[in-house]
């Protein structure tokens, strides 16, 4: 295999791109992979993390550690600017570094979508730092409202109805005995008020049945949904509507969408949307750039309308494995195709429900065991990528006895 030298740097090892890091090492493709944080996470199960599950239990993987097993380079530190004329990359720890192809698989953020008080009050789900702040809150809400005269339920306003809305909604509902305190007096009780701007619940699921099964689980788990709820503001004890509704809120989450990283709005040399995606051809190469890619929810095709979703970064890191090493080799990058594989949410106690999308539109619906099955199987097929067959069945082993004592 012939020796290649720092040929690719990575910036953002996240859903898509620790998968690209781990898929070109083991191509024999010297690469340096860079990234703000330490550790991986899968961002798929960041509100279990907010609502109380284990650090452990969510397979956190140090990039060190991932480093090593595969033989690439990881730098921790935050990506800065782009120069694309020098060919190299600033970081904020005031190093340059030059690439013959670079990356960017940096992710999105959810957007304060301009309204008063989101910033100061509202905890966003964005980064696990984010989780571990959202999770600290929230016990301290429980406590304090359970320590209340007379003791009162303590109150959690989750705006927008998005996967990551709904999905906290239903672990935060089903934790909530989790986290009590066991010698607490009084039993501690939730409201969890779900505030929806669009008159239709969980407007960016196309599948009507998925959001009416998603609504019905929340329901029963006693989340009380509000649609057609525009927010007007965010305050530190409370939210109102642009209707003139008031939620108390011990704690508010703003789940309202996600947009691209800020970098691509603060970067000149790259074009961006209005959404803080830099601006890809189907081959996901940059429109200004050949040998500047990006991937997954830091990027947009205006022609290929490719949802913000792990499902989306997982299928673009597979592509451009093997893209980036023909580009390498003077080939010219093929376009990447979407194949939608479906939809699979999961509510804690309130269950799981799923969508598989069939290559002939022979579509299969789900629930129960097999949809909570599937749901981990996204996770598994990630960090079968990651770390190889024997530690994702040692980890698949895992589930099959945790579901065993559940039972
Ligand atoms: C709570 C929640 C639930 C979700 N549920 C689902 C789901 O059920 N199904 C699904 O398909 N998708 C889901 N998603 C969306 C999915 O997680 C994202 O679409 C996916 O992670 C995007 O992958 P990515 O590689 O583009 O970026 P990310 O996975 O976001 O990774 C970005 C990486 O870039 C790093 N980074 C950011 N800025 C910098 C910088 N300046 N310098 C260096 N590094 C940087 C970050 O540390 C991170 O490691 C969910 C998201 C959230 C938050």
Known sequence: MQERDNEVVIVGGGAGGAELAVRLARAGCALRLIDQAATHVWKPRLHELAAGAARGELGEIAYRDLAEQWGFVFEQAGLVDIDPAAKQVTLDNDSRRGYRALVLAVGGVTPDLGVTGVREHAVMLDRSPDADALYRRFTDALDRAAAAEPARAAR????????TGVELAGYLASHR???????????QTLAIHLVEASDTFMPGI???????GARTRLADLGVSIHTGCAVAEVGADHVTSEN?????????????GRIGSPLAARIDALAANDRQQWL???????????????????????????????QVASQQA??????????LDGGSPSAFVFRDKGLLMSFGDGGDLGLVRGPLGDDLRIHGQVSHAAYRGLERQHQWVLLGTRTTLEGVAGDVFAALRRR
Request: hydrophobic share 40%.
């Open 318 to 327: 597979e592509h451009l494995a093997e893209q980036v090493m023909a580009y």
């Open 244 to 256: 003139g509704e008031r939620f108390d809120a011990d704690v508010t989450v703003w789940a309202a």
């Open 156 to 163: 959690v306003v989750i705006v927008g109805t998005g996967l």
């Open 206 to 212: 196309e599948d009507a049945p998925s959001r009416r």
């Open 280 to 310: 890809v051809r189907d081959t996901l190469q940059s429109r200004d750039h050949d040998d500047i890619f990006a991937l997954g929810d830091c990027s947009a095709c205006p022609e290929s309308d490719w949802p913000a979703t792990a």
């Open 177 to 187: 005995h989790v986290v009590a305190k066991p010698d607490g007096d009084q039993p």
